[in-house]
């Protein structure tokens, strides 16, 4: 079963960085496309950026050239290094993991970023 840790959250002012963490166990990490999500109180849960196992990367438009997103194989970790952060990027952030053939997905508990002075 995979299971997927997040880590990295907190509290952060405007214009401030974040790096937040994702380890990934129980599966082979390289058939798994890695993505994280955020979930605003109100809003409903939006794709954040995508990795896959190639390294292809995909952003949310207003996150573009802020957020950059990574994953090491060896490790079988992936990161989102968040910067210039909004108050607008305040969220529960979610590790995903999608299987590239079968479509099983998997998700982390969330871990709280907070944006504000």
């Known amino acids: 079963q995979v299971q997927l840790v997040e880590s990295g959250g907190g509290l952060v002012q405007p214009g401030g960085s974040l790096r937040l963490s994702c380890a990934f166990s129980g599966g082979t990490f390289r058939l798994y496309n890695m993505g994280w999500y955020r979930q605003a109180p109100g809003t409903q849960r939006e794709l954040v950026a995508q990795i896959t196992s190639g390294g292809t990367t995909n952003y949310l438009d207003f996150v573009k050239g802020r957020f950059t997103i990574s994953r090491n194989h060896a490790k079988g970790t992936v990161s989102l290094q968040m910067d210039s952060l909004k108050p607008e990027d305040t969220a529960v952030y979610y590790c995903?993991?999608?299987?590239?053939?079968?479509?099983?997905?998997?998700w982390g508990q969330g871990t709280q970023v907070t944006v504000s002075s």
């Open positions: 995903n993991a999608l299987h590239r053939w079968s479509g099983l997905e998997y």
